[in-house]
Every structure is written in C-alpha cells, then in structure tokens.
C-alpha cells in the first residue's frame, strides 16, 4: 500500500506463522513489527516520529518518509495485535467456559505467566516449556485437568493455575 509496512497484513502474516507452529519466525516477526523496537536509540525516534506504545497502522518505505510510522490512534492494527499476541503468540483459547493454550512462543522462552479476569474471578497462570511430547499438563489449585484445558468459574476467589508443555 505504501511500499513499507502495512501493519493490518503484517499482523496476518505473523499469525499464519504462529498457525503453522513456526515459534522462531513468529517471534522474530512480531519483534519486527513491534513499536517499541522502532525507538531503542535517539534516531531510531527521529525516523519513526510516532509512539512507540501505539500500533502504526502504516511504518513507510518510500523517501523522504523511510521507517515513518503512520496513522497512529486511528487504527485497527492495535485490536489486531492484541489478538496476535494473546492468541496466537501466547496461544490462549477461550471457548465458552473453557480455557486452553497453544503458544507458539521461542524454545528459548522457559515460562511466562499470566493473569486472566473471569467476571469476578482472578487465575494466576504460570505456563512451562519443559514437555517434548508435545502434550499439556494443567493443573488448577492443585488438582490434574482432563484433555490440557480448564474450566472458568465464576466464584469470586484467586485460582492458581500450571500448564506445562
């Protein structure tokens, strides 16, 4: 669109990425595409000229404007990667009452943890890269989950939940 990136499609690309199980290229993509890496140094800012905690909808490709970022504020691209990183990336999957992950995170990444709200109910999630069978062990306050999922109930307290993987 404008011979640089267009976010929206970029986005797509490291989702399908993700869909295919590829955890390095997912992760050096959305490095890529991440804001925050287009302002590490005091030039890098004078190039980008734009947030570097909002999703440009357009980073440009084409001179004078090489490496601008665009359209910020105005965008759908921020819902986006909302999505590439909370689904795809970190692989939650809420269907109804049930919650279940399928990260494409890097070999390199041990653990990573999560808080999830569930109306009036807080699960602490603690995720372990340690299984190479590719199965998933969940665990909620304790006790063993059937099929690598869990289910959310709304009762007002903290649950302490463990998925290794």
């Given at each position: 669109?404008?011979?640089?990136?267009?976010?929206?499609?970029?986005?797509?690309?490291?989702?399908?990425?993700?869909?295919?199980?590829?955890?390095?290229?997912?992760?050096?993509?959305?490095?890529?595409?991440?804001?925050?890496?287009?302002?590490?140094?005091?030039?890098?800012?004078?190039?980008?000229?734009?947030?570097?905690?909002?999703?440009?909808?357009?980073?440009?490709?084409?001179?004078?404007?090489?490496?601008?970022?665009?359209?910020?504020?105005?965008?759908?691209?921020?819902?986006?990667?909302?999505?590439?990183?909370?689904?795809?990336?970190?692989?939650?999957?809420?269907?109804?009452?049930?919650?279940?992950?399928?990260?494409?995170?890097?070999?390199?990444?041990?653990?990573?943890?999560l808080s999830y709200r569930f109306h009036d109910t807080n699960y602490h999630i603690l995720l372990s890269q340690e299984l190479t069978d590719?199965?998933?062990?969940?665990?909620?306050?304790?006790?063993?989950?059937?099929?690598?999922?869990?289910?959310?109930?709304?009762?007002?307290?903290?649950?302490?939940?463990?998925?290794?993987f």
């Amino acid at each position: 669109e404008n011979g640089g990136q267009y976010t929206h499609a970029a986005i797509w690309t490291v989702m399908a990425y993700a869909k295919l199980g590829d955890h390095e290229k997912t992760n050096e993509l959305l490095k890529l595409i991440n804001p925050i890496h287009h302002s590490q140094t005091a030039q890098e800012v004078a190039i980008y000229k734009a947030e570097p905690y909002v999703m440009a909808a357009d980073v440009y490709g084409i001179s004078p404007h090489t490496g601008r970022g665009g359209w910020t504020w105005y965008t759908g691209s921020a819902g986006w990667m909302y999505q590439l990183i909370l689904e795809s990336f970190l692989g939650l999957k809420r269907e109804g009452n049930t919650l279940r992950f399928e990260p494409c995170i890097p070999n390199a990444w041990k653990s990573f943890k999560l808080s999830y709200r569930f109306h009036d109910t807080n699960y602490h999630i603690l995720l372990s890269q340690e299984l190479t069978d590719g199965s998933f062990l969940v665990r909620v306050d304790g006790i063993g989950q059937a099929d690598g999922t869990f289910s959310l109930i709304d009762d007002r307290r903290e649950h302490s939940v463990t998925i290794t993987f």
